[in-house]
């Protein structure tokens, strides 16, 4: 069998050219033991403040996505309505499992497959598993270990084999940069 020269093998027959936006849920407070009620835990003020800050650097960045996708719980859920919202995406957050806590790497990669047509996605999930898929995607056997906190997004061009993570931002280093900026930009008053 012959391939054709720099397409890796096992490669899918049609690359994917997306650019992939993964974020991490915002602060949704303390988990709670029982799971049931901990997939009802919803946002705290930090945690939308979270939300607002991450939407107007993803805006800053000129990020545009055609679809928003989110984990089923709750907190995940409102992560992805308040930065879809301020991103001015107008169409209903799709939930998919493939984004749960308990999804696989092999669901997560039938989520990709299912929006292959799309150019940009924003997807909401949790961590442990989150920071795993990122892994895998990014180095193809999962030898990288990417830590997320809360809030953050990295942005993965799919179009690349293995995909190129370009950036992760977390809410402090977007806070970092917003107040030095905001302290640069103040005019100058000179000593007498």
């Known amino acids: 069998m012959s391939r054709k020269p720099g397409k890796p093998p096992n490669s899918p027959a049609r690359p994917i050219s997306m650019i992939l936006y993964l974020m991490r849920h915002a602060n949704a407070g303390v988990p ?21 800050l991450m939407a107007r650097v993803l805006s800053a960045l000129k990020v545009q996505v055609d679809v928003v996708v989110s984990s089923p719980l709750k907190r995940a859920l409102q992560t992805a309505q308040f930065v ?8 209903k957050v799709e939930i998919s499992p493939a984004l749960a806590l308990d999804a696989s ?3 997560f990669q039938k989520l990709l497959a299912k929006y292959a047509d799309r150019e940009g996605v924003l997807a909401i999930g949790h961590n442990p598993n989150l920071f795993q898929f990122l892994g895998r995607l990014i180095t193809v056997n999962g030898g990288a ?8 997004v990295a942005r993965i061009d799919l179009d690349r084999h293995p995909p190129l993570m370009q950036w992760l931002i977390d809410p402090r280093t977007a806070r970092s940069i917003y107040a030095s900026v905001q302290k640069s930009a103040r005019p100058k008053r000179a000593r007498k």
């Open 145 to 152: 270990s990417i830590r997320m906190r809360k809030g953050s």
């Open 32 to 52: 709670r033991g029982n799971p049931i009620l901990d997939a009802k835990r919803s946002l705290i003020k930090e945690g939308k403040e979270q939300c607002m």
């Open 105 to 107: 790497y092999a669901d």
């Open 84 to 91: 879809g919202t301020e991103l001015g995406y107008d169409g």
